[in-house]
Nanobody
Framework: QVQLVESGGGLVQAGGSLRLSCAASGRTSSAMGWFRQAPGKERDFVAS???????SYADSVKGRFTISRDNAKNTVYLQLNSLKPEDTAIYYC?????????????????WGQGTQVTVSS
């Protein structure tokens, strides 16, 4: 079993930055991902990282967001720069049982409770 706890969300002005963290406990040799869900919309892929730290990003966040991990601390990070109002959503951390990253939320086995990111214009 894996438990995930996100932190770091908040309210920021457009153009600002935030850093989200996801602390994992339990089995942690797994790929991780970040997804987001805006009100009335589906949960969308944001970024993922394999156990060996290869990464992938949604087109909408490439060049602005960076996913990274510290395996010694069992923590995954999402650095959000140049934030836009359309980035407003609840951001969820997710973990897979296996080491390979994925862009599909159906491939993830464990989920955090989410952290709210609100970007004002």
């Amino acid at each position: 079993q894996v438990q995930l706890v996100e932190s770091g969300g908040g309210l920021v002005q457009a153009g600002g930055s935030l850093r989200l963290s996801c602390a994992a406990s339990g089995r942690t040799s797994s790929a991780m991902g970040w997804f987001r869900q805006a009100p009335g919309k589906e949960r969308d892929f944001v970024a993922s990282i394999s156990w060996s730290s290869s990464t992938s990003y949604a087109d909408s966040v490439k060049g602005r967001f960076t996913i990274s991990r510290d395996n010694a601390k069992n923590t995954v990070y999402l650095q959000l720069n140049s934030l836009k109002p359309e980035d407003t959503a609840i951001y969820y951390c997710a973990a897979r049982r296996g080491p390979l990253r994925s862009t599909s939320y159906t491939d993830y086995d464990y989920w955090g409770q989410g952290t709210q990111v609100t970007v004002s214009s």
